[in-house]
Protein backbone atom coordinates (compact mmCIF):
# COMPACT_ATOMS: atom_id res chain seq x y z
CA UNK A 1 0.00 0.00 0.00
CA UNK A 2 1.11 3.19 -0.82
CA UNK A 3 1.52 5.06 2.73
CA UNK A 4 1.57 8.72 0.96
CA UNK A 5 -2.08 7.55 -0.02
CA UNK A 6 -3.19 7.11 3.29
CA UNK A 7 -4.07 10.05 4.24
CA UNK A 8 -5.96 10.67 7.64
CA UNK A 9 -9.17 12.19 7.98
CA UNK A 10 -8.01 15.23 9.49
CA UNK A 11 -6.16 16.14 6.78
CA UNK A 12 -9.00 15.13 3.99
CA UNK A 13 -11.82 16.90 5.92
CA UNK A 14 -9.24 20.25 5.44
CA UNK A 15 -9.15 19.85 1.77
CA UNK A 16 -12.68 19.24 1.64
CA UNK A 17 -13.09 22.73 3.33
CA UNK A 18 -12.44 24.46 0.14
CA UNK A 19 -14.76 22.49 -1.96
CA UNK A 20 -17.21 25.10 -3.79
CA UNK A 21 -20.18 25.13 -2.04
CA UNK A 22 -22.19 25.07 -4.84
CA UNK A 23 -21.00 21.34 -5.52
CA UNK A 24 -21.91 19.81 -2.14
CA UNK A 25 -25.03 17.26 -2.08
CA UNK A 26 -25.82 15.48 0.62
CA UNK A 27 -25.98 11.94 -0.34
CA UNK A 28 -25.68 8.72 1.68
CA UNK A 29 -24.50 5.90 -1.31
CA UNK A 30 -25.65 3.53 1.42
CA UNK A 31 -28.67 4.86 3.04
CA UNK A 32 -30.57 7.55 0.91
CA UNK A 33 -34.14 7.12 0.83
CA UNK A 34 -34.33 7.23 -3.15
CA UNK A 35 -31.60 4.56 -3.61
CA UNK A 36 -33.84 2.14 -0.94
CA UNK A 37 -36.74 3.09 -3.12
CA UNK A 38 -34.73 2.00 -7.14
CA UNK A 39 -31.01 1.77 -7.04
CA UNK A 40 -30.60 2.67 -10.62
CA UNK A 41 -33.80 5.14 -10.76
CA UNK A 42 -32.11 6.66 -7.22
CA UNK A 43 -29.21 7.35 -8.85
CA UNK A 44 -30.56 8.80 -12.02
CA UNK A 45 -32.59 11.50 -10.03
CA UNK A 46 -29.59 13.19 -9.18
CA UNK A 47 -29.27 14.06 -12.98
CA UNK A 48 -31.58 16.36 -12.86
CA UNK A 49 -30.92 17.81 -9.08
CA UNK A 50 -27.19 17.40 -9.02
CA UNK A 51 -23.61 19.31 -10.51
CA UNK A 52 -22.06 17.06 -13.06
CA UNK A 53 -19.56 16.12 -10.42
CA UNK A 54 -20.49 16.81 -7.31
CA UNK A 55 -19.14 16.33 -3.37
CA UNK A 56 -20.97 14.52 -0.19
CA UNK A 57 -19.82 15.00 3.25
CA UNK A 58 -21.02 11.23 3.95
CA UNK A 59 -19.28 8.20 4.20
CA UNK A 60 -15.70 9.92 4.80
CA UNK A 61 -16.57 12.43 2.34
CA UNK A 62 -16.11 11.50 -1.53
CA UNK A 63 -16.96 13.04 -4.89
CA UNK A 64 -19.15 11.56 -7.32
CA UNK A 65 -19.04 11.97 -11.28
CA UNK A 66 -22.38 11.56 -12.43
CA UNK A 67 -22.18 11.56 -16.73
CA UNK A 68 -21.03 8.78 -18.88
CA UNK A 69 -18.04 10.85 -20.38
CA UNK A 70 -16.73 12.33 -17.22
CA UNK A 71 -16.74 8.39 -15.77
CA UNK A 72 -14.88 7.28 -19.00
CA UNK A 73 -12.31 10.17 -18.78
CA UNK A 74 -11.81 9.63 -14.97
CA UNK A 75 -12.15 5.58 -14.97
CA UNK A 76 -9.17 5.69 -17.90
CA UNK A 77 -6.66 8.06 -16.30
CA UNK A 78 -4.49 6.38 -14.13
CA UNK A 79 -1.96 9.28 -13.52
CA UNK A 80 -4.26 11.58 -11.53
CA UNK A 81 -6.85 8.73 -10.68
CA UNK A 82 -5.45 5.85 -8.50
CA UNK A 83 -7.10 2.16 -7.01
CA UNK A 84 -4.55 1.91 -4.58
CA UNK A 85 -7.64 2.05 -1.98
CA UNK A 86 -11.13 1.90 -3.36
CA UNK A 87 -13.56 1.09 -0.31
CA UNK A 88 -16.08 4.31 0.55
CA UNK A 89 -15.55 4.90 3.05
CA UNK A 90 -11.84 4.64 3.10
CA UNK A 91 -9.92 1.32 4.44
CA UNK A 92 -6.27 2.27 4.19
CA UNK A 93 -5.48 -1.36 5.94
CA UNK A 94 -2.73 -2.80 3.49
CA UNK A 95 -5.09 -5.25 2.35
CA UNK A 96 -4.66 -5.19 -1.62
CA UNK A 97 -5.94 -6.84 -4.46
CA UNK A 98 -4.14 -8.06 -7.42
CA UNK A 99 -4.41 -6.71 -9.81
CA UNK A 100 -7.56 -4.40 -9.13
CA UNK A 101 -5.74 -2.15 -6.39
CA UNK A 102 -2.31 -1.63 -8.97
CA UNK A 103 -1.81 1.21 -11.19
CA UNK A 104 -0.60 0.29 -14.74
CA UNK A 105 2.42 -0.66 -15.83
CA UNK A 106 2.54 -2.75 -12.68
CA UNK A 107 -1.34 -3.95 -12.91
CA UNK A 108 -0.75 -5.32 -16.54
CA UNK A 109 1.52 -7.93 -15.76
CA UNK A 110 -0.64 -9.79 -13.62
CA UNK A 111 -3.66 -8.29 -15.57
CA UNK A 112 -2.17 -10.76 -18.26
CA UNK A 113 -1.81 -14.02 -16.26
CA UNK A 114 -5.44 -13.79 -15.50
CA UNK A 115 -6.53 -12.73 -19.26
CA UNK A 116 -5.41 -16.09 -20.43
CA UNK A 117 -8.03 -18.01 -18.62
CA UNK A 118 -10.49 -14.87 -18.94
CA UNK A 119 -10.29 -14.38 -22.51
CA UNK A 120 -12.46 -14.99 -25.06
CA UNK A 121 -11.34 -18.68 -26.11
CA UNK A 122 -11.13 -19.57 -22.88
CA UNK A 123 -14.87 -18.34 -22.08
CA UNK A 124 -16.07 -19.59 -25.11
CA UNK A 125 -15.45 -23.34 -24.22
CA UNK A 126 -17.18 -22.93 -21.38
CA UNK A 127 -20.82 -22.72 -22.92
CA UNK A 128 -21.62 -26.58 -22.77
CA UNK A 129 -20.89 -25.82 -18.90
CA UNK A 130 -22.94 -23.12 -18.37
CA UNK A 131 -25.27 -25.24 -20.03
CA UNK A 132 -25.32 -27.79 -17.59
CA UNK A 133 -25.37 -25.35 -14.86
CA UNK A 134 -28.82 -23.44 -15.76
CA UNK A 135 -30.87 -26.89 -16.17
CA UNK A 136 -29.19 -28.33 -13.23
CA UNK A 137 -30.35 -25.50 -11.17
CA UNK A 138 -33.79 -24.86 -12.90
CA UNK A 139 -34.78 -28.50 -12.44
CA UNK A 140 -34.41 -27.66 -8.58
CA UNK A 141 -37.97 -24.97 -8.84
CA UNK A 142 -39.09 -25.67 -11.92
CA UNK A 143 -41.87 -27.70 -11.06
CA UNK A 144 -42.66 -25.47 -7.60
CA UNK A 145 -44.21 -22.68 -10.28
CA UNK A 146 -42.51 -20.17 -7.93
CA UNK A 147 -38.98 -19.15 -6.08
CA UNK A 148 -37.39 -16.57 -4.70
CA UNK A 149 -34.97 -16.10 -7.45
CA UNK A 150 -32.09 -13.91 -5.81
CA UNK A 151 -30.31 -16.95 -4.01
CA UNK A 152 -31.17 -19.87 -5.52
CA UNK A 153 -30.64 -19.05 -9.05
CA UNK A 154 -29.96 -15.35 -9.53
CA UNK A 155 -26.22 -16.00 -7.01
CA UNK A 156 -26.73 -19.90 -7.48
CA UNK A 157 -25.71 -20.11 -11.26
CA UNK A 158 -23.02 -17.63 -11.54
CA UNK A 159 -21.42 -18.85 -7.92
CA UNK A 160 -21.72 -22.41 -8.74
CA UNK A 161 -20.18 -21.86 -12.74
CA UNK A 162 -17.35 -19.91 -10.83
CA UNK A 163 -16.82 -22.04 -7.64
CA UNK A 164 -16.24 -24.92 -10.03
CA UNK A 165 -14.04 -22.79 -12.53
CA UNK A 166 -11.78 -21.94 -9.33
CA UNK A 167 -11.99 -25.78 -7.91
CA UNK A 168 -13.46 -23.88 -4.86
CA UNK A 169 -15.70 -26.85 -2.46
CA UNK A 170 -19.07 -26.60 -3.65
CA UNK A 171 -20.63 -27.61 -0.71
CA UNK A 172 -19.72 -24.96 1.01
CA UNK A 173 -21.77 -22.15 -1.17
CA UNK A 174 -23.86 -20.80 1.53
CA UNK A 175 -20.53 -20.38 3.49
CA UNK A 176 -19.11 -18.20 0.73
CA UNK A 177 -22.16 -16.17 -0.15
CA UNK A 178 -22.48 -15.02 3.30
CA UNK A 179 -19.25 -13.97 3.74
CA UNK A 180 -19.32 -12.13 0.05
CA UNK A 181 -22.81 -10.85 1.06
CA UNK A 182 -21.55 -9.28 4.74
CA UNK A 183 -18.53 -7.95 2.82
CA UNK A 184 -21.04 -5.69 0.29
CA UNK A 185 -23.38 -4.58 3.31
CA UNK A 186 -23.21 -1.12 5.19
CA UNK A 187 -20.26 -2.42 7.55
CA UNK A 188 -17.83 -0.27 9.81
CA UNK A 189 -14.01 -0.40 7.95
CA UNK A 190 -12.88 -2.15 10.88
CA UNK A 191 -15.62 -5.30 10.57
CA UNK A 192 -14.75 -5.06 6.89
CA UNK A 193 -11.55 -5.45 7.43
CA UNK A 194 -12.37 -8.60 9.80
CA UNK A 195 -14.26 -10.12 6.61
CA UNK A 196 -11.33 -9.62 3.93
CA UNK A 197 -9.12 -11.31 6.67
CA UNK A 198 -11.31 -14.68 6.55
CA UNK A 199 -11.51 -14.02 2.44
CA UNK A 200 -7.91 -14.36 2.69
CA UNK A 201 -7.90 -17.19 4.74
CA UNK A 202 -10.49 -19.08 2.55
CA UNK A 203 -8.35 -18.44 -0.28
CA UNK A 204 -5.17 -19.56 1.76
CA UNK A 205 -6.40 -22.66 2.66
CA UNK A 206 -8.01 -23.19 -1.51
CA UNK A 207 -4.13 -23.49 -2.57
CA UNK A 208 -2.63 -25.29 0.24
CA UNK A 209 -5.42 -27.62 -0.95
CA UNK A 210 -4.58 -27.41 -4.38
CA UNK A 211 -0.96 -28.17 -4.04
CA UNK A 212 -1.58 -30.75 -1.95
CA UNK A 213 -3.97 -32.37 -4.76
CA UNK A 214 -3.62 -30.52 -8.42
CA UNK A 215 -6.86 -30.17 -10.19
CA UNK A 216 -8.22 -29.00 -13.80
CA UNK A 217 -9.18 -25.75 -12.00
CA UNK A 218 -8.34 -22.25 -12.10
CA UNK A 219 -6.80 -22.21 -8.31
CA UNK A 220 -4.07 -25.13 -9.27
CA UNK A 221 -3.80 -23.31 -12.60
CA UNK A 222 -2.62 -20.02 -11.07
CA UNK A 223 -0.01 -22.09 -8.77
CA UNK A 224 1.83 -22.78 -12.24
CA UNK A 225 1.47 -19.72 -13.34
CA UNK A 226 4.70 -17.04 -13.32
CA UNK A 227 4.80 -13.24 -13.80
CA UNK A 228 8.00 -12.32 -15.39
CA UNK A 229 9.81 -15.67 -15.39
CA UNK A 230 9.29 -16.58 -11.85
CA UNK A 231 6.20 -18.35 -10.07
CA UNK A 232 3.29 -16.21 -8.48
CA UNK A 233 4.53 -15.69 -4.39
CA UNK A 234 2.21 -16.70 -2.10
CA UNK A 235 0.96 -13.19 -1.13
CA UNK A 236 0.20 -12.80 -4.87
CA UNK A 237 -1.74 -15.30 -5.52
CA UNK A 238 -3.87 -14.99 -1.60
CA UNK A 239 -4.46 -11.51 -3.49
CA UNK A 240 -5.64 -12.67 -6.69
CA UNK A 241 -7.59 -14.94 -4.66
CA UNK A 242 -9.52 -12.35 -2.72
CA UNK A 243 -10.20 -10.25 -5.90
CA UNK A 244 -11.92 -13.30 -7.68
CA UNK A 245 -13.67 -14.70 -4.78
CA UNK A 246 -15.59 -10.96 -4.05
CA UNK A 247 -15.91 -10.81 -8.01
CA UNK A 248 -16.82 -14.03 -8.22
CA UNK A 249 -19.48 -14.89 -6.08
CA UNK A 250 -21.68 -11.16 -6.05
CA UNK A 251 -21.51 -9.01 -8.96
CA UNK A 252 -23.10 -10.91 -12.00
CA UNK A 253 -25.56 -12.35 -9.68
CA UNK A 254 -27.04 -9.00 -8.78
CA UNK A 255 -27.13 -8.19 -12.74
CA UNK A 256 -28.70 -11.70 -13.03
CA UNK A 257 -31.49 -10.68 -11.02
CA UNK A 258 -32.01 -7.18 -12.36
CA UNK A 259 -32.59 -8.58 -15.50
CA UNK A 260 -35.16 -11.02 -14.76
CA UNK A 261 -36.37 -8.83 -12.32
CA UNK A 262 -37.02 -6.48 -15.25
CA UNK A 263 -38.11 -9.43 -17.89
CA UNK A 264 -40.58 -10.22 -15.37
CA UNK A 265 -42.65 -7.43 -15.56
CA UNK A 266 -42.26 -7.98 -19.69
CA UNK A 267 -44.15 -10.73 -21.09
CA UNK A 268 -43.75 -8.91 -24.35
CA UNK A 269 -40.44 -9.43 -23.93
CA UNK A 270 -40.39 -12.82 -23.23
CA UNK A 271 -42.56 -13.46 -26.13
CA UNK A 272 -39.89 -11.81 -28.52
CA UNK A 273 -36.72 -13.61 -26.87
CA UNK A 274 -38.52 -16.68 -27.03
CA UNK A 275 -38.90 -16.15 -31.12
CA UNK A 276 -35.81 -14.19 -31.85
CA UNK A 277 -33.03 -15.66 -29.54
CA UNK A 278 -30.34 -13.89 -31.86
CA UNK A 279 -31.61 -10.97 -29.89
CA UNK A 280 -30.20 -12.13 -26.66
CA UNK A 281 -26.77 -9.98 -26.95
CA UNK A 282 -28.68 -7.22 -26.98
CA UNK A 283 -31.02 -7.99 -24.63
CA UNK A 284 -28.37 -8.66 -22.13
CA UNK A 285 -26.78 -5.66 -23.32
CA UNK A 286 -29.39 -3.66 -23.16
CA UNK A 287 -29.79 -5.27 -19.38
CA UNK A 288 -26.49 -4.33 -18.43
CA UNK A 289 -26.81 -0.66 -19.59
CA UNK A 290 -30.34 -0.39 -17.11
CA UNK A 291 -29.42 -2.02 -14.27
CA UNK A 292 -25.53 -1.49 -13.30
CA UNK A 293 -24.13 -3.44 -10.08
CA UNK A 294 -20.84 -1.56 -9.38
CA UNK A 295 -20.49 2.34 -8.51
CA UNK A 296 -16.99 2.04 -9.38
CA UNK A 297 -14.25 4.20 -7.07
CA UNK A 298 -10.53 5.67 -6.83
CA UNK A 299 -8.51 7.73 -4.91
CA UNK A 300 -6.51 10.80 -6.01
CA UNK A 301 -3.44 10.46 -7.11
CA UNK A 302 -2.45 13.81 -8.29
CA UNK A 303 -4.55 17.17 -8.06
CA UNK A 304 -6.64 17.64 -10.90
CA UNK A 305 -9.69 19.78 -12.15
CA UNK A 306 -12.89 18.65 -14.43
CA UNK A 307 -15.88 21.22 -14.87
CA UNK A 308 -14.99 23.05 -11.77
CA UNK A 309 -14.18 20.00 -9.15
CA UNK A 310 -10.79 20.37 -7.80
CA UNK A 311 -10.03 17.31 -6.78
CA UNK A 312 -6.93 17.11 -3.93
CA UNK A 313 -4.65 14.35 -3.68
CA UNK A 314 -6.27 11.70 -1.54
CA UNK A 315 -9.79 12.53 -1.80
CA UNK A 316 -11.95 9.39 -2.67
CA UNK A 317 -14.24 9.90 -6.07
CA UNK A 318 -17.17 7.33 -7.21
CA UNK A 319 -18.34 6.46 -10.89
CA UNK A 320 -21.97 5.03 -10.09
CA UNK A 321 -21.71 3.25 -13.07
CA UNK A 322 -25.28 2.95 -13.17
CA UNK A 323 -25.77 6.97 -13.60
CA UNK A 324 -23.33 6.58 -17.07
CA UNK A 325 -25.92 4.02 -18.18
CA UNK A 326 -28.77 6.17 -17.61
CA UNK A 327 -26.95 9.25 -19.02
CA UNK A 328 -29.81 10.40 -21.05
CA UNK A 329 -27.08 12.60 -22.63
CA UNK A 330 -25.28 9.52 -23.87
CA UNK A 331 -28.52 7.62 -23.96
CA UNK A 332 -31.80 9.23 -24.90
CA UNK A 333 -34.87 8.53 -22.80
CA UNK A 334 -32.58 6.66 -20.47
CA UNK A 335 -35.36 5.23 -18.59
CA UNK A 336 -36.93 3.07 -21.70
CA UNK A 337 -35.69 -1.11 -21.39
CA UNK A 338 -35.07 -0.70 -25.64
CA UNK A 339 -33.47 -4.09 -27.02
CA UNK A 340 -33.20 -2.08 -30.58
CA UNK A 341 -31.75 0.57 -29.23
CA UNK A 342 -29.14 2.05 -31.51
CA UNK A 343 -25.90 3.33 -30.02
CA UNK A 344 -26.04 1.87 -27.18
CA UNK A 345 -23.46 2.84 -24.40
CA UNK A 346 -22.58 1.70 -20.93
CA UNK A 347 -19.66 1.27 -18.76
CA UNK A 348 -21.24 -1.49 -16.77
CA UNK A 349 -18.15 -3.17 -16.35
CA UNK A 350 -16.21 0.07 -16.12
CA UNK A 351 -13.32 0.83 -18.46
CA UNK A 352 -9.93 1.28 -19.27
CA UNK A 353 -7.33 -0.53 -17.64
CA UNK A 354 -9.64 -2.46 -15.00
CA UNK A 355 -12.03 -3.05 -17.18
CA UNK A 356 -13.84 -6.00 -15.38
CA UNK A 357 -12.05 -9.17 -16.29
CA UNK A 358 -15.03 -11.65 -15.62
CA UNK A 359 -17.10 -9.37 -18.65
CA UNK A 360 -17.07 -12.26 -21.23
CA UNK A 361 -17.64 -14.65 -18.85
CA UNK A 362 -20.81 -12.54 -17.24
CA UNK A 363 -22.15 -11.58 -20.81
CA UNK A 364 -21.86 -15.59 -21.72
CA UNK A 365 -23.68 -16.72 -18.26
CA UNK A 366 -26.78 -14.09 -18.95
CA UNK A 367 -26.94 -14.98 -22.42
CA UNK A 368 -27.16 -18.88 -21.56
CA UNK A 369 -29.03 -18.67 -18.27
CA UNK A 370 -32.02 -16.55 -20.21
CA UNK A 371 -32.19 -18.60 -22.74
CA UNK A 372 -32.20 -21.97 -21.06
CA UNK A 373 -34.56 -20.08 -18.43
CA UNK A 374 -36.78 -18.99 -21.25
CA UNK A 375 -37.01 -22.89 -22.62
CA UNK A 376 -37.82 -24.32 -19.39
CA UNK A 377 -40.08 -21.82 -17.46
CA UNK A 378 -41.49 -19.84 -20.59
CA UNK A 379 -43.92 -16.96 -19.33
CA UNK A 380 -43.31 -15.82 -16.10
CA UNK A 381 -44.22 -12.74 -13.63
CA UNK A 382 -43.58 -11.25 -10.52
CA UNK A 383 -45.37 -13.06 -7.59
CA UNK A 384 -46.72 -10.32 -5.38
CA UNK A 385 -46.52 -6.71 -4.79
CA UNK A 386 -43.51 -6.96 -2.57
CA UNK A 387 -41.42 -3.66 -2.04
CA UNK A 388 -38.23 -4.15 -4.01
CA UNK A 389 -35.29 -5.11 -1.17
CA UNK A 390 -32.52 -3.43 -2.36
CA UNK A 391 -29.37 -3.23 -0.80
CA UNK A 392 -27.33 0.29 -1.94
CA UNK A 393 -23.80 0.91 -1.93
CA UNK A 394 -20.48 -0.44 -3.73
CA UNK A 395 -21.98 -3.32 -5.34
CA UNK A 396 -25.61 -2.73 -5.82
CA UNK A 397 -28.01 -5.91 -5.26
CA UNK A 398 -31.82 -7.19 -5.25
CA UNK A 399 -32.15 -9.20 -2.07
CA UNK A 400 -35.34 -10.94 -3.01
CA UNK A 401 -36.89 -11.99 -6.09
CA UNK A 402 -40.31 -13.17 -6.03
CA UNK A 403 -41.14 -15.15 -8.72
CA UNK A 404 -44.15 -17.31 -10.05
CA UNK A 405 -45.00 -19.13 -13.20
CA UNK A 406 -47.05 -22.16 -14.77
CA UNK A 407 -45.32 -25.27 -13.18
CA UNK A 408 -45.18 -28.12 -16.13
CA UNK A 409 -46.85 -31.16 -14.17
CA UNK A 410 -44.95 -32.62 -11.71
CA UNK A 411 -42.17 -34.03 -13.13
CA UNK A 412 -39.52 -31.08 -13.86
CA UNK A 413 -38.26 -31.49 -18.16
CA UNK A 414 -35.20 -32.74 -18.48
CA UNK A 415 -32.89 -31.45 -21.21
CA UNK B 1 -3.61 8.68 -49.36
CA UNK B 2 -3.57 7.65 -45.80
CA UNK B 3 -4.42 3.97 -46.27
CA UNK B 4 -3.78 0.67 -44.31
CA UNK B 5 -4.48 -3.02 -46.01
CA UNK B 6 -6.20 -5.06 -43.46
CA UNK B 7 -6.72 -8.90 -44.24
CA UNK B 8 -9.53 -10.01 -42.17
CA UNK B 9 -9.90 -13.80 -41.14
CA UNK B 10 -11.76 -14.75 -44.26
CA UNK B 11 -9.03 -14.23 -46.42
CA UNK B 12 -10.47 -11.20 -47.67
CA UNK B 13 -8.73 -7.52 -48.25
CA UNK B 14 -9.94 -4.52 -46.93
CA UNK B 15 -8.25 -1.27 -47.64
CA UNK B 16 -8.83 1.26 -44.23
CA UNK B 17 -8.26 4.98 -44.03
CA UNK B 18 -6.31 5.89 -41.30
CA UNK B 19 -5.77 9.62 -39.59
CA UNK B 20 -3.34 10.84 -37.04
CA UNK B 21 -3.88 11.08 -33.93
CA UNK B 22 -6.09 8.09 -33.32
CA UNK B 23 -4.96 3.95 -32.99
CA UNK B 24 -5.25 1.84 -35.62
CA UNK B 25 -7.82 -0.14 -33.21
CA UNK B 26 -10.11 2.85 -33.74
CA UNK B 27 -9.41 3.12 -37.84
CA UNK B 28 -10.46 -0.49 -37.77
CA UNK B 29 -13.48 -0.36 -35.69
CA UNK B 30 -14.62 2.85 -37.83
CA UNK B 31 -14.21 0.93 -40.82
CA UNK B 32 -17.06 -2.06 -39.96
CA UNK B 33 -14.21 -4.84 -38.99
CA UNK B 34 -15.80 -5.54 -35.56
CA UNK B 35 -13.26 -9.26 -35.82
CA UNK B 36 -11.31 -7.35 -32.88
CA UNK B 37 -13.39 -7.65 -30.25
CA UNK B 38 -15.55 -4.05 -30.62
CA UNK B 39 -17.94 -5.21 -27.17
CA UNK B 40 -15.29 -6.54 -25.11
CA UNK B 41 -12.39 -4.57 -25.30
CA UNK B 42 -10.66 -2.52 -21.92
CA UNK B 43 -11.69 0.72 -24.61
CA UNK B 44 -8.44 0.52 -25.82
CA UNK B 45 -5.92 0.62 -22.56
CA UNK B 46 -3.67 -2.14 -23.27
CA UNK B 47 -5.25 -4.65 -20.50
CA UNK B 48 -7.62 -7.24 -22.87
CA UNK B 49 -5.45 -8.33 -25.03
CA UNK B 50 -8.56 -8.78 -27.57
CA UNK B 51 -7.59 -6.44 -30.08
CA UNK B 52 -4.35 -8.36 -31.24
CA UNK B 53 -3.20 -7.72 -35.50
CA UNK B 54 -0.26 -8.94 -37.17
CA UNK B 55 1.64 -6.82 -39.34
CA UNK B 56 3.45 -8.13 -42.26
CA UNK B 57 7.50 -7.97 -41.18
CA UNK B 58 8.02 -4.64 -43.23
CA UNK B 59 5.24 -2.85 -42.21
CA UNK B 60 6.07 -3.89 -38.41
CA UNK B 61 9.77 -2.47 -38.66
CA UNK B 62 8.27 0.96 -38.95
CA UNK B 63 6.45 1.03 -36.25
CA UNK B 64 7.48 2.48 -32.68
CA UNK B 65 8.53 -0.83 -30.04
CA UNK B 66 5.43 -1.90 -27.90
CA UNK B 67 6.23 -0.57 -24.39
CA UNK B 68 6.24 -3.14 -21.21
CA UNK B 69 2.56 -3.38 -21.08
CA UNK B 70 2.20 -4.24 -24.18
CA UNK B 71 4.32 -7.28 -24.15
CA UNK B 72 2.52 -8.61 -21.22
CA UNK B 73 -0.79 -8.89 -22.89
CA UNK B 74 1.37 -10.09 -26.21
CA UNK B 75 2.68 -12.98 -23.79
CA UNK B 76 -0.90 -14.43 -23.55
CA UNK B 77 -1.70 -14.73 -27.47
CA UNK B 78 -1.75 -17.60 -28.87
CA UNK B 79 -0.60 -16.94 -32.24
CA UNK B 80 1.96 -14.25 -31.51
CA UNK B 81 4.31 -13.72 -34.21
CA UNK B 82 7.16 -11.26 -34.80
CA UNK B 83 4.57 -8.73 -35.99
CA UNK B 84 2.21 -9.38 -32.84
CA UNK B 85 0.92 -5.77 -31.76
CA UNK B 86 -2.27 -4.78 -29.81
CA UNK B 87 -4.11 -2.43 -32.23
CA UNK B 88 -4.95 0.03 -29.48
CA UNK B 89 -1.12 0.52 -28.57
CA UNK B 90 -0.21 1.62 -32.32
CA UNK B 91 -1.35 5.21 -32.79
CA UNK B 92 -1.58 6.16 -36.12
CA UNK B 93 1.16 8.12 -38.06
CA UNK B 94 2.98 8.63 -41.61
CA UNK B 95 4.70 5.60 -40.49
CA UNK B 96 1.86 3.57 -41.29
CA UNK B 97 1.27 4.22 -44.66
CA UNK B 98 0.67 1.44 -46.94
CA UNK B 99 1.61 -1.14 -43.97
CA UNK B 100 -0.04 -4.21 -43.94
CA UNK B 101 -1.90 -6.10 -41.38
CA UNK B 102 -4.17 -8.73 -40.67
CA UNK B 103 -6.51 -9.81 -38.01
CA UNK B 104 -5.57 -12.07 -35.14
CA UNK B 105 -7.03 -15.41 -34.76
CA UNK B 106 -8.85 -14.68 -31.65
CA UNK B 107 -8.21 -17.52 -30.19
Redesign the interface.
Known sequence: MDKALAQPAAAQAQAANDIDEALIVDWDIYTEPKLLEDVHLGWHALHDTAPDIFWTPRNGGHWVVMRYEDQVQVLKDAEHFSSRELHIPPMFNGNVMIPLNLDPPEHTRYRAVLMRYFGPAAINRMEPKLVAWAHRLIDRVAADGACDFTEILGAGFPVSVFMELMGMPLDRFEEFRGIVLEYFSNITPERRGQVQERIFAVMRELFDEKRRHPADDLASALLGEEVRGRPLTQEELESMGFLLFLGGLDTVANALTFSIRNLAGRPDLQQRLIAEPEKLPDYVEESLRRFAVVNQTRIVKKDTVIKGAAFREGQMVMCPLTAAGLDPRRNPQPETFDIDRADRGHITFSIGAHTCIGNMLARLEMRVFTRVWLERIGAFALAGADRPAWRPGLVMALEHLRLQWKAPGNAPAQA | MAKLMVTLRSGECREVEWREGVSVKDVILDAGIFEI?G?????G??????CHVIFEPESAARLPAP???EL??L??V?DRQGGSRLACQVPCSQALEGARLRIGS??
Open positions: NITNCGCCSCGTEEGDLDIPGE
